[in-house]
């Protein structure tokens, strides 16, 4: 089992009763922008500017800087990402600005450098999940095949989303085809007609062809599943190699387990058998119940203690917005507690303040 993920459009709106709520609170000030609405909040609750105070300069990252950071990453993927809002919501929850936006994408949409520079202005790198799917959740979408990528046949659309990153100017985390090891989406190499060894091909096109046009600031995230939710399937003849990634992420997320390194190291194990790349959490989060705020606790002992993983992306979703569970750590107030005592105890990413 996984947590459901929502496919949705790259453009994004904030809710028109959270809207109104945060204005009556008089916490908010919006200004037209096209059709959707620019929210700037204000943090009463800290002296530190939030992550969308009115005149904070944010500097710019190279991509070395962001491939080789000087502390941990602390991340967040929120239903709205990355929109000021919720970023600003995951200030307050945990006291920290998080340093990674995490977002999803559908196949054919062209890439959003609105998002990608919303993320920017908020300190944050923004990582975007590259789904090659249509508008539903069928496991089996065979218009989408690998076969179909590897052969050319989305060549076109691959190239513009390449020079529209390019474009940008800016590093982009990009993680194409998550989860490949589990069997719940289009572009595992049991569904969709594919075959052993298409992802592999699959990826690897991807990749030539954003080095042919000249988009290297990418940061290429290969990203399976924590091998408890795909038992039986080997991660290295599923690993493009060295030459093609960046980082290695992991999904991984308690499910009534009591401690998060029972979820992760035995994936991480294995993937030490053939690379030593750094290694992101990519999607992390426990399920609500007793066990949580001791899993919280672990994950953040886990972080500490495991030499080469560069941080965590924590999926801060309800069921209502896409979680098999509601993951987010602000709902139980023991679980929030150790989820910011576990920041505390990182040597995290500083914010980039200008």
């Not at 009115?54 to 000087?70: M, N, Q, R």
């Not at 960046?246 to 053939?274: C, H, K, N």
Request: glycine share 10%; net charge neutral; hydrophobic share 35%.
């Amino acid at each position: 089992m996984k947590p459901l993920t929502v496919w949705r459009t790259s453009r994004r709106r904030v809710r028109a009763g959270v809207l109104t709520g945060l204005l009556l609170l008089g916490l908010v000030s919006c200004s037209s922008g096209g059709d959707e609405a620019v929210v700037q909040v204000w943090d009463r609750s800290s002296s530190s500017p939030s992550p969308s105070a009115p005149g904070t300069e944010i500097k710019a990252e190279s991509k070395e800087t962001y491939l080789h950071p000087d502390g941990q990453y602390f991340g967040v993927s929120t239903f709205h990402a990355p929109a000021r809002a919720t970023t600003a919501a995951a200030y307050r929850a945990s006291g920290r600005h998080p340093r990674i936006l995490s977002y999803y994408q559908g196949w054919k949409q062209s890439f959003s450098a609105s998002d990608a520079e919303l993320s920017y202005k908020q300190g944050a790198l923004p990582l975007l999940t590259w789904e090659p799917r249509g508008a539903n959740l069928a496991r089996d979408q065979p218009q989408y095949s690998l076969k179909r990528i590897t052969s050319g046949y989305y060549d076109s659309y691959i190239i513009e989303f390449a020079r529209d990153v390019k474009a940008t100017g800016r590093p982009l985390a990009l993680r194409f085809a998550h989860e490949m090891n589990g069997d719940w989406y289009p572009w595992s190499e049991v569904n969709s007609g594919n075959s052993p060894g298409d992802y592999v091909k699959a990826y690897r096109h991807i990749h030539d062809l954003f080095q042919a046009v000249g988009a290297t600031d990418v940061i290429w995230i290969w990203s399976p599943n924590a091998l408890r939710g795909a038992k039986g399937v080997a991660l290295k003849p599923l690993y493009p190699g060295d030459g093609y990634v960046d980082w290695v992420g992991i999904d991984g997320y308690g499910f009534g387990e009591t401690t998060a390194t029972e979820v992760l190291q035995p994936t991480l194990d294995e993937v030490r058998q053939f690379s030593d790349k750094p290694v992101l959490l990519t999607e992390t989060g426990s399920s609500p119940g007793s066990q949580q705020p001791g899993w919280t606790a672990d994950l953040f002992r886990w972080l500490k203690a495991t030499p080469n993983v560069i941080g965590f992306v924590w999926f801060q979703h309800s069921v209502d917005e896409g979680g098999q569970y509601d993951y987010r750590f602000d709902i139980n107030p023991t679980t929030k507690a150790a989820f910011r005592h576990g920041l505390d105890s990182l040597h995290l990413r500083s914010w980039p303040l200008a």
